[in-house]
């Protein structure tokens, strides 16, 4: 009489060990059953921005739920960053990763927040290239004849920069260690007034993001250089790379998604899926196509180590430029 009952409570026990993965898979399949929420770390009408949006309003067609992006700017990005840390890790809340995040984890001596450790990553999105540019002014027509007057004239070159930490400052940081070049480094709060001060001559040029200023560079009103990928780029073909002159150089900014810690794998890899699914479907590729942006389809846990890979980069960059946050 006893053995029947030691089956039914194994069995009863075997149930109930299943319920927290039934569970989960429950929430993953109705998931969202409310509106998403995207924080984005910058101001509206930057190309991060632009690109959550993009990817914002591909999952609520896909997953029946509005996907509201929120600007949360500040502090190079650790407001809207450490505002998703602290939300509940139930995917109704989504960090718009952007190259800010990897830089300042060394940029910044504390932090109330680890990125690695309390960001799990998603998805990458897109890698954003930057292009050198200068005023029409400069004298120098290529790369090697800028490395060469500004070797001839230290300390009077101004470059200017998105912010400090920023990717377009960093990149040029990076360019100054490997060719012993000596530029004034001009930072700005966005993008937006570095380059209006390049295009009016107050500055000397900027490594810039390719998406805001391939328009200008076809108009003529800046000289762009070279470009920071490791390979050409179809929307500017005729320009070489900084590797061609400087090997090993490769600099690029980088946006993706990411959720707090523990959030659930099950809704990572549904996330996971309908992104890469956006980044394959043929408008969304022609949209970043047409600025340059280079597609990062993969998995969540491919890009979690391009985010380590990345903050060990701009970690090695940031101590030995000796650069401090504003």
Known sequence: MKLPHRRQFLHLAAVAGALPTLSRIARALTYP????RIIVGLAPGGATDIFARLIGQWLSERLGQPFIVENRPGAAGNVATEAVVNMPP???TLLMISSSNVINASLYEKLNYNFLRDIAPVAGVVGVPLVIEVHPSVPAKTLPEFIAYAKANPGKLSMASAGIGNSTHVAGELFKIMTGVNMVHVPYRGAGPALADVLGGQVQGMFDGVPASVEFIRTGKVRPLAVTTAMRLEILPDLPTVGEFVP???A?????IGAPKNTPAEI???LN????AGLGDATIKAR???VGAQILAGSSTDFGKMLAAETEKWAKVVKFSGAKPE
């Open 248 to 250: 090993g150089y490769e």
């Open 252 to 256: 690029s900014a980088v946006n993706g």
């Open 268 to 270: 990572i890899d549904k």
């Open 288 to 290: 970043f196509a047409a």
């Open 273 to 276: 899926a309908e992104i890469n």
């Open 90 to 92: 139930d995917g109704y």
């Open 33 to 36: 059953t409310r509106p998403v």
